[in-house]
């Protein structure tokens, strides 16, 4: 075999103005130079539980139950739909983008009846369309989709937790978009799993996935308790209902392992924990409602600059996420080559789209340390020269003096 | 809700002689400093590619599919598991430990019957034993442990992937707890898929997962691939065999997503990847047959002053694996007093036990960064202290300098 060596990890200094992964905080990256500790060490335990504490503050819950899944945000959708939904029940799912798409690619393996309310992409559902789907399908459970970076739109969620719970519906909320950029008001919504992820608003890698359960979900979820046979002691009881249909992604286990009884299950990644905690300290320390600003700010300044050159944006503004925003590629003009100028001349990169929308829209994201006044106007810059080179016509400067005007007013 | 700030993370320099996670590598901590890239970019598909090919070296495999799973060790073998193994197909486990069990566990969820070949806690299955299990029970695959922390011991692995081969099975085997530090010999054993983590003797943090997987392995989990809604295109056909149960967990998804088609799944875990990038890299610079050795050689060690101390250790010397040590906790002393006192007075952490064993024996490690001279020393001297602490009777000083004997011998 030969052996090949590489050199040390040197990635460029990529300003990432794209749907995410987006750049780390600093604190975030170098909290994660902490070296291990074993896994039940009261030190671990104690940084476990102090994680807890400050997801719930994040979620803006009072959930015992809030802790992180040991994946990409993917794995804690997956975890939470696996261990809501169990063989035989409804699930109805809100698609309106290629993350709804993705609740019922996940979910089609779980046994379920897969019930969906269809929105065209651009558009997000009224609580009316909620409650006639609701009422047509009578599911167990409802999932949806807060901010779908696909569409760019959020859903709003206001009343959906009371409607839910009018009919008995058990809900879940996939925030991985838009967690410590727009406001997710778990208990306000009244919603009983929200899931997110650290790699976009929350300025952290991508790998580690903060989830919330209510009261009532966590009843629903220890009734399919299992306890594993190399660790099971005489006093512990399995439960009633259907056994969670994977041991990774099984709440119920993840839940023992976070509780006071620390039932081993998988050894939580260390640093990624580190990641997590540091991402929520400095969201904190910021506060919450000065955060959400602050990309509302950028997302406003981005947009005055994208229209100011001639360029039309996706979607409609009322339900536009705060922190990327769907530009149309004008006539004329190759997306993918844009982009690749953006990349090279400029090391910025914004992101291109999924299905429908690929070749017809760019996405362009300023979420959690990069939702900032200079990124914006250095981004617009950028993509002012670009796509004067590109023969889209407009009045140079103009973007740039547009959001610089927005930034000034406010 | 009331706000709690918490401090900077800032661990206390704990010695993790136990059976993992043990103290990364300074040189992994410090990679995972560097900033995001976006998951599309050629310089981060560039660091997945060189990954790719530092694994087939560390996996000692000409394997093309060798890359990560975002999850710990755990989300390794269930991949492997559910991904190989379809419903109404029969498995057969050899088990001889806790992790033995845990495969149990995480196949009766993937629909397959389970057979299993038990052997007592301490020892290794024979050639033998595993080819009259093959013939009684006829399975489709094998999954077995290489190194079972829960016993100390590694089962060789010689042999097996030719007998699997001769009977049309197919094999999995974990290495989480050997990979790096004992030779994993994915092609001379035959074996056809093979997964680990980097917290052990690769001197990284939990939370990634490598795994290598055979052409025909590939094969067989292709046929059952299944391509997204959200992101199909007209030229994707599925495979024809049952889809995998599980969406992130799916390896035939991850290869599509590691492959040059690019396929969106998951988000990498960016800093996760830096990690096992520079896992790797350290392991080959240091080369795989020196770094065995080193560990072989403080296990010579450690063993030696245990011994010295009048300690017996658990099951045979034969198959011990060369990483961490199983020692009976003497008659009359309290173990679980003895590891709090070398915490709090030492700063050194050793293992405790599961299942059967709890209570009865100590997992002592020396894995990865941490399987060197001066910390099997200092490990073995702080023991003694706390020995004579507890009543327990042996010449002061024998350990150590029994341990110091053997790496002068050598």
Redesign the interface.
Known sequence: ?T????G???????L?M?P?????HPRV???????????F?P??TG?MN?TM??Y??VF?T?NRWTFLV??????GI?ASLVSLVEPGMTLLIVRAG??G??L???AQ?SGAEITTLDIPWGEVATLEQIEDAILTHRPHVLACIHGDT?TTMAQPLDGVGALCRKYDVLSYVDTTATLGGMEVATDRWGVDVVSG?L?KCMGG???SAPVTISDRATEHIFARRHV????RSSDMRDGTRA???????DLAMIMDYWSERRL?????????L??A??AA?IV??EGLQARFARHARASRAMCAGLRAMGLDLFGGDECRMTNVTGVCIPRGVDGEKVRARM?EDFEI?I?SA??PLQGRIWRIGAMGYNAEKSKVLLTLGALEAVLRGEGHAFAAGAGVDAALATYRKE
């Open positions: 075999m052996q090949t060596f590489y040390q990890i040197n990635p460029p200094a990529r990432l794209g995410g992964p987006v750049n780390a990256l170098r909290a994660m130079a902490a070296d291990m500790l074993g896994q060490d030190e671990m940084y102090q504490d400050l719930r503050q803006m009072e040991d994946g990409t945000a993917r794995a997956e290629r993350f798409l993705l019922s690619e996940i393996r696909s992820g790699q890698p991508p790998g594993e046979a190399g660790i056994r969670i249909p994977s041991n990774y992604l081993n299950h998988h050894t939580e990644a260390t640093s990624m580190y990641a905690r540091e300290c904190l320390e990349r990169e992101g999924f299905g």
